[in-house]
Every structure is written in structure tokens, then in C-alpha cells.
């Protein structure tokens, strides 16, 4: 039982190129989220999806896409990167009014 | 927008003494939990406590929860070095969003 797997867990990126992020979970849950955090910060919600085939605009979507094709998958796609979007990308997923669990994180350079 | 509020920003304490802190929120809710994250890793779920109760314990750490007030607190006894962290709070929003808050960082000085 793997949990929450984040691939890759580092990646350089120039300006302008394109980069998707999978995220995998083994525990067959509903609902499964993406989220950034900056230096000194919380979670922001950047996409989230409450089931397969469904995805939703968490707070700070712009720039990001997302697809959830199967259950356990939740791709997390950059069509154009920039600087600003250097972070650090956690996915967690959970049960239906459960606990979330989280993947050990992507941590994005964007130059 | 963030709902839950971590109080304070940050602490620090000595090695054995207890670390409170607090969280507030906005809506109603179901249940709120509380996560610990060690410095550039994954949140771990550390306990959930639902709307209709009012204390939960597991091992060394004591939530409350008081929903007259929208707030939680989240007692940590006898810390230890290991307990250095940053410790969040999490409640859902009607759209099934977790809702964080900015969490407090926790220093615990041997």
C-alpha cells in the first residue's frame, strides 16, 4: 500500500516550457487534490477533483490544467511555465468526509 | 480564500513543556483536523475530530473543539525535539474543498 505517489519529486524548468505532474493513489478514494505552497506558507488549492472524469477550480487555477481520467490518477499539467509558479506541489486525496492523505511533494524551478 | 486561522504564527518552547495552539474558522463544519508538516515534506494527518465532539486525545496531543466559537485548539504535552514542525489546521467547504489555514511553526529547544 503506496498511498500517495508524486512523480517526479524535482524538476527544473526553463520559461515557456510545459510540464505535467502525476499524481497516484492506491487507497480508492473519491476526491483528490492539488495544491502549491511558497516559502513560509499554507496550502493554496490549485485544482481539485471529487471523482473520476470531474475536476473543479480550486483558488489559484490560472496557468494550470488538470485531467482525472482514472480514479487513481490525477494529472497536474503546466502548459507554459513562468517563474512565478516555482513552488513546491503537494497531491492528497481522501475518502468521502475522511482524513486527507499526502504525496511527499514536486519541487518546481521555473528560470 | 483561507478559513482556518492559525494562532500563533509561531512558537517556541523548551523541551518538555506543552505547546497550544489554535485554530479558528468560518463556516460550519463537519469535522476539522489537524496535520503536521516537517520542514519541505508532506502533511501528516495527525487527528480529526468531528462537530459533535468536544475533546479528542491520541497519545500526547489534546484537541478541542468549540463550535459555539468557531475554534479549535491543539495541545501538544511534554514536546520534544521531534515535534518541531509546522502544525495546520483543515476544515471542508459545501464544495468539498479542504480549507487550510496558514499553520503555526512550532520550535521545540533542547
Known amino acids: 500500500n503506496a498511498g500517495v505517489t508524486q512523480t517526479p519529486k524535482f524538476r527544473v524548468l526553463k520559461t515557456g516550457q510545459s510540464m505535467t505532474l502525476l499524481c497516484a493513489q492506491d487507497?480508492?478514494?473519491?476526491?483528490m487534490y492539488w495544491y502549491r505552497q511558497d516559502p513560509g506558507m499554507g496550502l493554496r488549492l490549485i485544482h481539485y477533483?471529487?471523482?473520476?472524469?470531474?475536476?473543479a477550480k480550486g483558488e489559484v487555477p490560472d496557468g494550470y490544467n488538470v485531467s482525472r481520467l482514472k480514479k487513481q490518477n490525477f494529472l497536474l499539467g503546466l502548459e507554459s511555465a513562468a517563474p512565478s509558479q516555482t513552488s513546491v506541489y503537494f497531491c492528497?486525496?481522501?475518502?468521502?468526509?475522511?482524513?486527507?492523505?499526502f504525496g511527499q511533494g514536486t519541487r518546481l524551478t521555473v528560470v | 480564500s483561507q478559513q482556518g486561522e492559525e494562532d500563533p504564527q509561531a512558537l517556541s518552547i523548551q523541551e518538555g513543556e506543552n505547546a497550544t495552539m489554535n485554530c479558528s474558522y468560518k463556516?460550519?463544519?463537519?469535522?476539522l483536523q489537524w496535520y503536521r508538516q516537517n520542514s519541505g515534506r508532506g502533511l501528516v494527518h495527525l487527528i480529526l475530530?468531528?462537530?459533535n465532539e468536544r475533546e479528542k486525545h491520541s497519545g500526547r496531543l489534546r484537541v478541542t473543539l468549540d463550535t459555539s466559537k468557531k475554534s479549535s485548539s491543539l495541545l501538544i504535552t511534554a514536546s520534544r525535539a521531534a515535534d518541531t514542525a509546522s502544525y495546520f489546521c483543515?476544515?471542508?467547504?459545501?464544495?468539498?474543498?479542504?480549507?487550510w489555514g496558514a499553520g503555526t511553526k512550532l520550535i521545540i529547544k533542547p
Open positions: 463556516t460550519s463544519i463537519n469535522n
Open positions: 492528497a486525496s481522501r475518502a468521502i468526509a475522511r482524513e486527507a492523505f
Open positions: 487507497m480508492n478514494h473519491e476526491y
Open positions: 475530530i468531528r462537530s
Open positions: 483543515a476544515t471542508f467547504d459545501s464544495n468539498y474543498q479542504l480549507i
Open positions: 477533483s471529487v471523482g473520476e472524469g470531474t475536476t
